[in-house]
């Protein structure tokens, strides 16, 4: 039946202008606008607050990372605290010049900003004063007197200090218990068994007329293999303090270069505020803006500090959020036109079949949006590079990507792709798993996985892949597609594994480095100091190398390297007794040397040495020798050995997964071997191992101008 499409009524003639916005024929309209503006203020009001609770959240995240700087500051002198406590605990007794290299590789004014002295305390009864001034005077300080006069049950002496200028040497023999503020964090730190801090004080340095508010920072030092459970026992126990004084205002300096800083703060040592606790303070003077204000009462090594944060117009014009409201007077300027049409819509009926006609055409554009979308989805995908796949549960067919065949080795798409043909591609050992995964998402879930699984290349190379897939299922929850996208991590895999290789490595090469040290300590002075400087620079050497940046390129100690071979060999020689071993050092009679790369070369030679010692048999000679030729150096060792236990181990001298395995004998010569390896990669050398019955040679050759 054909229906006459209605025309709309005619507008009484008396109803125009503002009488006919008024009338009942617009009441729609006034009621979208009534039930719009409470929504509408609502945003506006939801909105200011969002801005002023962002604005308050901003400058929190601001106050804790300034609370985060200051902790952290405290934890880099605490962090040298612990590297004087191993030096002072692997040594018997400490001179002052040992003292001095030491602290003088630290290199204090470059990483320690703010220091003023880092030195050592020893703890005394006062009938043992005597003997400790004699003590000091002999190691070199004459004029060493403990300060100031008087006689007490203890002393708390300094005895070592750097670096060496006429304030420090003003402070040795200072005895720390004479003074309230620094006695009390001394028997703090001794009775709790760490590190502790002092108040605000003026530091010893700076004489009567100090001014500049100091911490100090103590870590008491035991006897050895003294039971520490109680207070009592640590007491009884205590034989000294590394300590570590520095000005506040020199380490804030550091930490904030410009004058003017984000936030204005106050860093009191108690709760109370006081003028006398003050330890440092920034203040711009200038605040237009919002202000916003924090108080955080902190407890660091068991003293109060207290921090007063405060914004300032630095901080409020850089970093919070400015409301915008033109979002809002967008959305007012829409309510008007939503009124205005609503009222044309509502005051001129007839309009129908044009506005008919205007949807189909936003209806026409929304299609065309859809098949644009489309196109771009297709486009990001091919651009993406991933190698995406889709399986058709219902039929079985699949479909594959150019990217996908492309990242396995083909040359195009190949004929009836299947299922299958991706599971030909896994490794045998990882195909049970893949039908696991995929078994389980299809009765259980999730629509969404992501795994990793290693594939077979065309040309033979394993490829490390991550796949991506998205289950699709129809209303009744029966699956219907599987979709995916494989991502190459080949690369990635393999630089996590080198990385945890040269780890294992460091922790190798640091334990023998300071094992060698230790014993060099009790049999030559010259070999020790070299090793010394070796163990920091060989330290900083994997630091560098963790961490991606350029290497140390020499030990800061430059000793004879061939007056120094021979001497390593003597200072083992008790551990080879021990072993039933004898060395033998064939001096070079040649006129040439080395040229750079000494730390390099020791580390090299002692790995080579270590591994020797532990495959030699025993009763049995290690013959060592160097030579110098025109633009090479070459260095041998040749041993008796087991044969068959010697060719067990070079079979799988590969097996880089001894690497993860406890610290046995047979695991450190793996660890060795692979080191020179790696010492032999840095110098560019040639290292052979020839085997034969019960010999064995190791051979190494270097090429230099």
Same mark, same amino acid.
């Given at each position: 039946?054909?229906?006459?499409t209605?025309?709309p009524?005619?507008?009484?003639?008396?109803?125009?202008?503002?009488?006919?916005?008024?009338?009942?024929h617009?009441?729609?309209?006034?009621?979208?606008?009534?039930?719009?503006?409470?929504?509408?203020?609502?945003?506006?009001f939801?909105?200011?607050?969002?801005?002023?609770?962002e604005q308050?959240?901003?400058?929190?995240?601001?106050?804790?990372?300034?609370?985060?700087?200051?902790?952290?500051?405290?934890?880099?002198?605490?962090?040298?605290?612990?590297s004087?406590m191993a030096?002072?605990?692997s040594?018997e007794?400490? !001179?002052?010049a040992?003292?001095?290299?030491?602290?003088t590789?630290?290199?204090?004014?470059?990483?320690?900003?703010?220091?003023?002295?880092f030195?050592?305390?020893?703890?005394?009864?006062?009938?043992?004063?005597?003997?400790?001034?004699?003590?000091?005077r002999?190691?070199?300080?004459?004029?060493?007197?403990?300060?100031p006069?008087?006689?007490?049950?203890?002393?708390a002496v300094?005895?070592?200090?750097?670096?060496q200028?006429?304030?420090?040497?003003?402070v040795?023999?200072y005895?720390?218990?004479?003074?309230?503020?620094r006695?009390?964090?001394a028997?703090?730190?001794?009775?709790?068994?760490?590190?502790?801090?002092?108040?605000?004080?003026?530091? %010893?340095q700076?004489g009567?007329?100090?001014?500049?508010p100091g911490?100090?920072?103590?870590?008491?030092v035991?006897?050895?293999?003294?039971?520490?459970l109680?207070?009592?026992?640590?007491?009884?126990?205590?034989?000294?303090?590394?300590?570590?004084?520095?000005?506040?205002?020199?380490?804030?300096?550091?930490?904030?270069?410009? %004058?003017q800083?984000?936030?204005?703060?106050?860093?009191?040592?108690?709760?109370?505020?006081?003028?006398?606790?003050?330890?440092?303070?920034?203040?711009?003077?200038q605040l237009?803006?919002?202000?916003?204000?924090?108080h955080?009462?902190?407890?660091?090594?068991?003293?109060?500090f207290?921090?007063?944060?405060?914004?300032?117009?630095?901080f409020?014009?850089n970093?919070?959020?400015?409301?915008?409201?033109?979002?809002?007077?967008?959305?007012?300027?829409?309510?008007?036109?939503l009124?205005g049409?609503?009222s044309?819509v509502?005051?001129?009926?007839?309009?129908a079949?044009?506005?008919q006609q205007?949807?189909?055409?936003?209806?026409?554009?929304?299609?065309?949006?859809?098949?644009?979308?489309?196109?771009?989805?297709?486009l990001?995908?091919?651009?993406?590079?991933l190698?995406?796949?889709?399986?058709?549960?219902?039929?079985?067919d699949?479909?594959y990507?150019?990217?996908?065949?492309?990242?396995?080795?083909?040359?195009?798409?190949?004929?009836?792709?299947?299922?299958?043909?991706?599971?030909?591609?896994?490794l045998?050992?990882?195909?049970?798993?893949?039908?696991?995964?995929?078994?389980r998402?299809l009765?259980?879930?999730?629509?969404?996985?992501?795994?990793?699984?290693?594939?077979?290349h065309?040309?033979?190379?394993?490829?490390?892949?991550?796949?991506?897939?998205?289950l699709?299922?129809?209303?009744?929850?029966?699956?219907?597609?599987?979709?995916?996208?494989?991502?190459?991590q !080949?690369?990635?895999?393999?630089q996590s594994?080198?990385?945890?290789q040269?780890?294992?490595?460091?922790?190798?090469?640091?334990?023998?480095?300071v094992?060698?040290?230790?014993?060099?300590?009790q049999?030559?002075? %010259?070999v020790?100091?070299?090793?010394?400087a070796?163990?920091?620079?060989?330290?900083?050497?994997?630091?560098?190398?963790?961490?991606?940046?350029?290497?140390?390129?020499?030990?800061?100690v430059?000793l004879d390297?061939?007056?120094?071979?021979p001497?390593?060999?003597?200072?083992?020689?008790?551990? %080879?007794?021990?072993?039933?071993?004898h060395?033998?050092?064939?001096?070079?009679?040649?006129?040439?040397g080395?040229?750079g790369?000494?730390?390099?070369?020791w580390?090299?030679?002692?790995?080579?040495?270590?591994l020797?010692m532990?495959?030699?048999?025993?009763?049995?000679?290690?013959?060592?020798g160097?030579?110098?030729?025109p633009?090479?150096?070459?260095?041998q060792?040749?041993l008796?050995?087991?044969?068959e236990? !010697?060719?067990?181990?070079?079979a799988?001298?590969?097996?880089?997964a001894?690497?993860?395995?406890?610290?046995?004998?047979?695991?450190?010569?793996y660890?060795?071997?692979?080191a020179?390896?790696?010492?032999?990669?840095?110098?560019?050398?040639?290292?052979?191992?020839?085997?034969?019955?019960?010999?064995?040679?190791?051979?190494?050759t270097?090429?230099?101008?």
């Amino acid at each position: 039946m054909i229906q006459r499409t209605l025309l709309p009524p005619q507008l009484a003639p008396e109803l125009k202008g503002r009488r006919l916005w008024l009338s009942r024929h617009n009441a729609s309209s006034w009621l979208v606008m009534a039930l719009i503006l409470p929504f509408f203020l609502y945003y506006w009001f939801s909105y200011s607050q969002q801005i002023t609770n962002e604005q308050q959240e901003i400058f929190q995240q601001h106050a804790d990372a300034l609370e985060l700087n200051l902790k952290q500051r405290l934890q880099h002198f605490e962090f040298l605290l612990g590297s004087g406590m191993a030096f002072v605990t692997s040594s018997e007794q400490i !001179t002052q010049a040992e003292w001095q290299r030491f602290v003088t590789g630290l290199d204090l004014d470059k990483h320690y900003s703010g220091i003023q002295a880092f030195g050592l305390v020893n703890y005394r009864a006062g009938k043992d004063i005597a003997a400790l001034e004699q003590q000091i005077r002999a190691d070199g300080v004459s004029d060493f007197t403990v300060h100031p006069a008087g006689e007490r049950p203890f002393y708390a002496v300094v005895t070592h200090i750097q670096p060496q200028n006429n304030k420090n040497s003003a402070v040795l023999g200072y005895d720390m218990l004479t003074n309230p503020l620094r006695q009390r964090t001394a028997m703090r730190a001794a009775s709790l068994g760490g590190i502790a801090i002092t108040p605000r004080i003026l530091l %010893a340095q700076d004489g009567s007329n100090a001014v500049d508010p100091g911490l100090v920072l103590v870590q008491p030092v035991y006897k050895a293999g003294a039971e520490l459970l109680s207070a009592e026992q640590k007491i009884n126990a205590l034989q000294g303090f590394v300590y570590a004084a520095f000005r506040v205002n020199d380490m804030m300096t550091r930490l904030w270069h410009s %004058a003017q800083t984000e936030l204005d703060f106050s860093w009191y040592s108690s709760a109370q505020q006081a003028p006398s606790d003050l330890l440092f303070q920034r203040q711009s003077g200038q605040l237009d803006g919002p202000a916003f204000v924090m108080h955080k009462e902190l407890e660091w090594y068991g003293q109060p500090f207290w921090l007063q944060i405060s914004s300032n117009d630095n901080f409020v014009n850089n970093y919070l959020p400015v409301a915008n409201y033109w979002l809002l007077f967008f959305l007012l300027l829409m309510m008007l036109l939503l009124f205005g049409l609503l009222s044309r819509v509502n005051l001129r009926r007839y309009h129908a079949e044009l506005l008919q006609q205007e949807l189909q055409q936003q209806l026409h554009a929304q299609y065309q949006q859809l098949i644009a979308n489309e196109q771009r989805q297709a486009l990001a995908l091919k651009a993406s590079q991933l190698a995406w796949f889709e399986f058709d549960l219902s039929t079985g067919d699949a479909f594959y990507s150019d990217n996908w065949w492309k990242l396995f080795g083909f040359a195009g798409p190949q004929q009836h792709p299947t299922e299958q043909t991706m599971l030909d591609l896994l490794l045998p050992s990882e195909r049970d798993i893949f039908r696991h995964d995929i078994q389980r998402i299809l009765a259980s879930g999730p629509e969404q996985f992501s795994q990793r699984y290693q594939f077979m290349h065309r040309q033979g190379q394993i490829l490390s892949v991550l796949m991506q897939c998205q289950l699709l299922r129809d209303a009744d929850g029966s699956a219907l597609r599987l979709s995916g996208a494989l991502l190459d991590q !080949t690369h990635q895999v393999s630089q996590s594994e080198q990385q945890q290789q040269l780890m294992r490595l460091c922790q190798f090469e640091i334990a023998a480095a300071v094992a060698s040290c230790q014993l060099l300590l009790q049999k030559d002075a %010259a070999v020790a100091g070299y090793q010394l400087a070796h163990l920091h620079w060989l330290s900083q050497q994997f630091c560098q190398l963790i961490s991606g940046a350029e290497p140390v390129q020499a030990v800061p100690v430059r000793l004879d390297f061939m007056l120094l071979m021979p001497k390593l060999l003597q200072a083992l020689g008790p551990v %080879a007794i021990q072993q039933q071993l004898h060395l033998v050092w064939r001096q070079s009679q040649s006129p040439y040397g080395l040229a750079g790369h000494e730390g390099v070369w020791w580390q090299l030679c002692s790995d080579l040495l270590l591994l020797a010692m532990s495959l030699a048999n025993s009763n049995s000679s290690i013959e060592v020798g160097m030579e110098f030729y025109p633009g090479i150096i070459s260095w041998q060792a040749e041993l008796e050995v087991d044969a068959e236990q !010697t060719a067990n181990f070079l079979a799988t001298q590969t097996n880089i997964a001894m690497l993860d395995g406890p610290s046995t004998e047979s695991n450190n010569r793996y660890c060795a071997l692979l080191a020179a390896k790696h010492w032999a990669s840095v110098l560019g050398a040639e290292l052979n191992i020839k085997h034969e019955q019960q010999k064995l040679w190791f051979y190494l050759t270097v090429r230099q101008s």
